[in-house]
């Protein structure tokens, strides 16, 4: 229970140390925010007005505070570039990047934890070592490369899959499986090696000693506690997925909160990419914070302690 | 050896050789062991740590680790054979008809499982039936071990319990389905010494209640004095000595039995140090061709050396196997 309170109080400080952070980055990395939002005719005189009226050229720390308290009471502001609302955006592109993190989240369980548990029960056999192989070769394999290689595999040679667009679900296969990837590479891995743990255990013996099938002993009382490890880790994946998505929505034109993002910065539309940023990384902070409850909740030595 | 009362025996191994493989070499580990359990007795495998007591147990349970083989031999339990039945038939045989209890009852527990659904499952698995029943025979059983508020106890965590009443737990987990055999194997070495007295008592009062065979493995002379009706003294993967518990103690025959006892400590007018028997187990893959006793043996001879000794009678209910046993002097 203090735990989770503690874990709480973090994941709050984090997400107002970040949200500075990216307020700071942003105004300070250069670029001006009238170029995107005014036509190239506006004069110098104008485009410091528009400065002056959203507030661009008080102190960094002061339009912090204002914006803090525009968010705290829902005004979450505009586009400069299309003056669309943000809690628009959010809910539209959220919805997208939500369907797709979501499938890439589940891949990574679906596929990832299976394969580790026949590599754990095959061990040092044919079976552990090509599913070894792959998962090193899932970790070493950048996706933006891979991203390329099954768009020119399934999309340009054989036609099967669309390269990129939205959102029926087809479209939806090559990024979810590129953005899974990795997550699925390393599940794998720590599934077998959170196995071979348990069912080296005294306890196994025990279950065996009392008449219980193999796949009782494996399925059930070692994978019970094997899930402990994957499920602390499972925070992880999702901060993996959340930033691989920048990367993955730009290059499938999936439109999640990633490629909004993207198109923010590159077009300094501050209220969007500062928006956008603290959202993405709320996620991730959501993320471990849930993986956190996760583990308290699975393993009964910390439930009740 | 037969008994008296000429019953058969409920397990009955013979000539059993188990074979450990660990790095690419082969060991035997048991080397032609042959015991006997009769029904309603209380059999010790008595022997130093290494001799092999365990990975017997484990032939019999056919629990042996990834690396272990039996390589020999025959365990006929009740007239069936277990060396070459099938995973389905000892399956059902484990827990239902043998039992074992381990050494460690803090790492034998699942310990994502209550006690109470460890206990459940293992009866649905043997018996089928409802939760409800299975929940009934769960918590009579924990009360029978003598586990106090054993209804609460049924939704523990093994964390939350102490060593002994996860011993506890073991036993009754081993006893739920009334197993013709019990194998315990070193079932209080982990505890504090009050503790272990109060589980050999109660294993000694399921045994008699139940009228079942027990296998008791340990390394404890006292445990045996406590418990045994009859021991078996093995040493390097094989019995060299069998008498039923009275006559060991008071008449050892083999110098390694004689070894043992007199290594026992106790007190003594004089200040001496305590005895141990010189040298130290051969490793298995080390194989006289003689007795594997004679390089510690005081009494070795040069047939010792030559030959290995056959385990045989050696008056009433004894066997040895030794070809020069001299008479037992404490010092």
Redesign the interface.
Known sequence: MRRIVSRTGYMILILILSSIAVFYAIRLSGGDATAAALPASTTAAQREAFRERLGLTAPIYVQYFQYAGRILTGDMGNSLTNNADIGQMLIRHGKNSLILGAAAFALVFVIGIPLGIWASVRRNRFADQGIMTFSVTGMAIPNFWLALLVIWLFASTFHLLPSAGCCEPRHLILPAVVLAFEGIALTVRMTRSAMLENLGQDWVRTARAAGLSEIRVIGKHAFRNALIPIISLAGLRIGQIVGYALVVETIFGWPGLGQVLVNAVLRRDYPVAQFFSVVLVALVVIGNWLADLGYVIANPRLRRA | MTQGNGTSPVLSIRNLTTTIQSDGLIFDVVRGLSLDVYPNERVCLVGESGCGKTIAALSV?R?LPEAGEITGGSILFKGRELVSTSERDI??????EI??I?Q?PL????????VGSILK??IK??RGGDDKSAAALALATLAEVEIPDAKSRMDA?P??LSGGMRQRV?IA?ALVLDPDLLIADEPTTALDVTVQAQILERLVEEQRQRQMAMLLITHDLAVVASVADRVAVMYSGEIVEQAPVDQLFADPRHPYTQGLIRALPHVSPRKEPLYSIPGRVPPPQFTPPGCYFAPRCPYAIERCWQEHPPLEPDGGDRLLRCYNPQPFALL
């Open positions: 349970m629990l399956r059902a045989i484990r827990a239902e039992s074992m381990f460690d790492t034998s527990l699942d310990p994502s499982f209550t499952e293992l698995v043997h965590y964390h939350q073991m987990m």
